[in-house]
């Protein structure tokens, strides 16, 4: 199926940054009392997410990083089992051996989560060769940031992918932080994009907190490696508008260029526009946001009712 | 029986293997150039060279390995694996657990190592303990090749990352190898000599030195045991165990440095296990802690010969209590 053929409604859209901003709004919430472990949250990031995972295809693969929330609830995971992971309980998705960092949903083809930045560069294009060798369908979405692309491993990525032909669709979320530091004092250029090209590999930057742009952009792309074959890089100009790592004081960051992002906020572009546009009524966006709101109080009382693994887990799946 | 070397051995097992499972592929720094042959008979999709990029190629065959095919890589010189220790040790090594159990990685890494070539100590160090320690892979280094066969057989069906080590100095010594199919199991460790006196334990190339000094050791009345683990993980810790109960002396023998080696861990296991078996101390005989050198005779003394292996089986013969 390809979901270009089919069109997408924006409000679901919408209701999808919703339900991720509600998510890490729990989860930084939680951890301010401790009662969840802290995370790297995507809070400012959720157009680049939904607005990617809603070009792929069903039997697209997707390789995720530490800041995972918008990919993995854009695809369909359950806020609960979710939680549960994050909250170290045996019905999260890696059954609490994963915490936030390094989840992976095999049956929505969220494969090989690593939390070392760039680790899903240097295994995207061995999954890509899986997909080509085993004549399977679909391509393989890599997520990872700026931070990522100063790896080697970026380099070795794109190289391999363009070399080898790997149906790799590289999505970098440039957010302009790597952790404690902001891109410009760590990276030759301003665009990751820039790179792609001196590996013959087709690039484009886009406006990350617009989500209409994102998802035409990327169902341009994916078609693209879908036909071609061969890798495309597709650079979402975003923010990272919480810290590194909950909790953050964030005193590193000027506050000026903070706000004048904040000012574009991805959700509230979205839902204005959708109002303005006469797809959506004031009243219609509140009742998304309640909707979203009970969806999360639902999935954190699963999750605090999910029991902590026995200990007898400790050793188990070290082996197959 | 036919008579091949340990690196024909390894073609052998690589062939067999990619006739009966058609999502076995090797790629690799020169392989498709050094084993043409593979390439002639499976095609240049499933035999690919590769950059020398030990880290791409690394995450490239565990990205492989967890999705469907079954990857064997070739990173030429065991320092190199420096390169590759994030996508081995982090990714092959964790990403099974840390997904509860979703994926699993059939993936073997090849590797040479140890004296014999002059290479020196960035193409010659026998780090094979390092992945000892490290959870979810496994690690094999064969002293023959018939073993080398067999081991590498097994590795390449196990479901599990295996580091494949290859001892420079036996690469090209010819061996005995039965024909056809023959998987010598993982974490099963071989009893090349019975005896009752001392028993000595080893892998790779000290296998063969361990040999010798039980000859010499058979001259002057005393009969010693000699044990190839082939798989340092999994350990055949019963074999270990059952040879130290009969013979009461231990002597554990590796060219790795011994600080830390995998003869530490035999040594604490057999103490914990078998103290009161024990009719003398352990002792263990390794390298120093010291780069390899070039040069030939200081790359010989860096591998413990089988004069002093000997030497020290016969102290703990005649060793007294005080």
Not at chain 2, 45 to 50: A, F, K, L, W
Not at chain 2, 293 to 310: D, K, M, N, R
Request: aromatic residues 6%; negative net charge; contains cysteine.
């Amino acid at each position: 199926m390809n979901p270009k053929q089919h069109e997408i409604d924006p409000r679901q859209l919408l209701q999808q940054m919703l339900l991720i901003r509600a998510y890490e709004e729990a989860i930084v919430a939680g951890s301010g009392t401790g009662k969840i472990p802290g995370t790297c949250t995507s809070v400012g990031q959720e157009a680049a997410a939904v607005g990617v995972v809603n070009a792929l295809a069903g039997d697209d693969l997707i390789l995720t990083n530490h800041r995972s929330a918008g990919h993995l609830l854009a695809r369909g995971a359950d806020p609960g089992r979710l939680l549960a992971e994050v909250m170290g309980r045996s019905d999260g998705y890696c059954r609490g051996h994963s915490g936030s960092l390094h989840i992976s949903v095999k049956e929505l083809g969220i494969v090989l989560t690593s939390t070392i930045v760039g680790a899903e560069l240097s295994l995207a294009p061995g999954v890509a060769l899986s997909q080509t060798m085993l004549n399977r369908p679909g391509i393989v979405v890599c997520f990872f940031g700026d931070g990522a692309a100063c790896e080697g491993s970026f380099h070795e990525s794109l190289n391999l992918a363009a070399l080898w032909n790997l149906p790799i669709l590289y999505v970098c979320e440039n957010n302009q932080w790597q952790a404690f530091v902001h891109r410009r004092e760590a990276t030759s250029r301003d665009h990751i994009a820039d790179w792609a090209a001196s590996y013959g590999i087709p690039a484009r930057t886009v406006d990350g907190n617009d989500v209409s742009a994102v998802l035409a952009a990327a169902q341009e792309a994916a078609a693209q490696v879908r036909e071609s074959g061969r890798p495309y890089l597709l650079e979402n100009w975003t923010y990272r508008t919480r810290g590194h790592f909950e909790p953050d004081d964030q005193a590193y960051v000027d506050p000026a260029e903070r706000e004048a992002w904040l000012a574009r906020d991805p959700i509230a572009m979205c839902r204005d526009c959708l109002i303005a546009d006469g797809h959506l009524t004031p009243a219609q966006a509140a009742a998304l946001a309640d909707k979203v709101a009970s969806r999360i109080a639902v999935a954190q009382s699963f999750a605090e009712a999910s029991p902590f693994p026995d200990v007898s887990e400790l050793t188990r799946n070290v082996y197959a | 029986m036919t008579t091949l070397t340990l690196y024909d051995a390894v073609g052998a097992a690589l062939t067999e293997e990619m006739r009966r499972d058609h999502s076995v592929l090797v790629f690799g720094e020169g392989i498709a150039t050094k084993r043409h042959d593979l390439v002639q008979e499976f095609g240049a999709r499933r035999v690919r060279n590769t950059p020398l990029a030990e880290g791409i190629i690394a995450g490239t065959a565990v990205g492989a390995a967890g999705t469907g095919l079954r990857p064997v890589i070739d990173l030429l010189f065991a320092p190199f694996l420096c390169y590759a220790m994030d996508e081995l040790v982090n990714s092959a090594g964790k990403l099974r657990y840390m997904s509860g159990g979703q994926f699993s990685f059939p993936l073997v890494t090849l590797t040479m190592t140890g004296a014999g070539w002059g290479v020196g100590a960035q193409h010659n160090h026998n780090n094979e303990a390092w992945f000892v320690h490290s959870p979810g892979l496994k690690v094999v280094m064969p002293s023959n090749p018939a073993d080398a066969k067999g081991l590498l057989k097994a590795a390449i069906r196990d479901d599990n990352p295996v580091l494949f080590f290859l001892d420079i100095g036996l690469l090209y010594q010819p061996g005995e190898v039965p024909a056809g199919e023959q998987t010598v199991p993982l974490g099963k460790a071989a009893v090349l000599r019975a005896g009752s006196d001392v028993t000595l334990v080893s892998y790779g190339k000290t296998v063969h030195h361990c040999l010798q000094a039980a000859d010499t050791l058979a001259g002057k009345g005393i009969a010693a045991e000699v044990i190839d683990l082939r798989s340092l993980k999994p350990l055949d810790e019963a074999t270990i165990l059952a040879s130290v109960t009969k013979t009461g002396r231990l002597v554990v023998v590796h060219e790795a440095n011994r600080l830390c080696g995998v003869g530490a861990e035999i040594a604490a296991l057999v103490a914990e296990e078998a103290f009161a078996r024990l009719k003398a101390p352990i002792v263990r005989l390794g390298g120093p802690d010291a780069p390899v050198a070039s040069s030939y005779p200081l790359e010989q003394a860096f591998v413990p010969q089988a004069e002093a292996i000997a030497a020290a089986a016969e102290r703990l013969c005649s060793y007294q209590h005080a």
